[in-house]
């Protein structure tokens, strides 16, 4: 009895040893991501950069997001950190999303509206947050300014390619499908759309700017690299892409008080032009650049796209017709185009027919707190750092590219809106950091030792 008795308690200990075993090495996999926030972050990024539309396991950039949340989750619950910091941006996102949530649950399941719902308000939220968890350090802002730099070069790369023609160096190749997206015929990038890949573009053309003021990248990388950000959105052969970088470009020289960084930007100028005096060159170039400049039926569509919306908001003006509803309820309200699906290509206009005033009011209380996030002062400890006065001056730029294209297309793009929204995290997360009491403390300290009078 006594025997049967130990040889029990020993196959029971063996048993908990296996079954502890086993639980540290599932658990290995999440240690290993928790250890590194900051690569999981940038991966999830990519992910969402090229996303491979219509194909298997498209769902990446979600698995990616969500293992993203589970590290940096049991990363802050080790730490003792709070979770979730709301902002005053938190709140309109919140709004936004349970807006958007209350409409798609009382519609048929349907697969697009949930993937535009994560892509429109989910993702933006969640990166937000994590954002200000993850880019807590001067070392982790850094690679996450590196890269800025390789998807822009890569941005760049891919709309050059395809602008002379040598497309057997353009990845992923579903970027020349025709059947998926829109603007084949334009350098639309992993985006499949032309106007979102001109605004990654041009967002991440000021990072590189402000990188080359800084000397994070010098000598031919930097005259390269800013050389042919130009003729990369000059091959996206859109006008809303080529007026947003003209005038963010002219509002640095204009208006900004380096003069390092006007000169710069004065470069970045006459590279353009001399990029677009050398397509002229070509006949080819110069009949699609001309055709594009003297196009009027976009705006034809665009009007009749824009009445017909208007008409639809004025039917729902306060609730809306809830997301993903519009496309065919658009093409019945428009008339000259036969299509079944129509899209406002506006986000501001998208925005009020698919959750009324409500929505759009929201939608411009987020922005305004976005906006003030860049008012606010820089820690002493961070004045040379990627968070310095410099990003802090260029942030209204940043912005008005955003809002200037999101006039001309539907910010549904989940790497534009994450990446922006991933920025504005950053800049939350250094507020919080100028108001904790150790930075009260010594800013209190620093104004006591200039008020004393020398010895």
Known sequence: MTSLSAGTMSQSVLDGDAAGRGIRLGLRPLQAMMLAPTGLFLAALTAMLLRPPDVPFYEIDRLALALLVLAVAGRVVLKRQRLLPMEQASWPMIGLTLLAGASIVQQPFNCQSWSLLIAKFVAPFILFHMAGLVFREERSLRQFEWFSLLVLAYLSFTAIAFLIGAKSLIFPRFILDDSLGYHADRARGPFLQAVANGVSLNLLGLLALRAFLRGRIRGFRAASLLALLPVAILATMTRAVWLSFAVSVGVLIVRSHNRKLRWICVAVTIAGTLALLIALSFDDQRRALTERLRESGPIEFRQAVYAGGWQMFLEKPFTGWGVNQMPEELARHVSGYRKRELYPHNTYLELLIEHGLVGLALY????????????????????????????????????????????????????????????????????????????????????????????
Request: aromatic share 14%.
């Open 364 to 455: 411009g209380w987020l922005m305004w707190e976005i906006l003030r996030l860049g008012w606010n002062s820089v820690p002493r400890a961070e004045r040379d750092g990627f968070l310095n006065q410099q990003f802090h001056a260029l942030w209204p730029v940043l912005l008005g590219v955003y809002w200037a294209n999101a006039g001309v297309v539907g910010m549904n793009y989940q790497f534009v809106n994450g990446f922006l929204f991933s920025l504005a995290g950053m800049l939350a997360a250094q507020q919080r950091r100028l108001a904790s009491p150790v930075q009260l403390e010594s800013s209190l300290r620093l104004r006591v030792l200039r008020r004393r009078p020398a010895a």
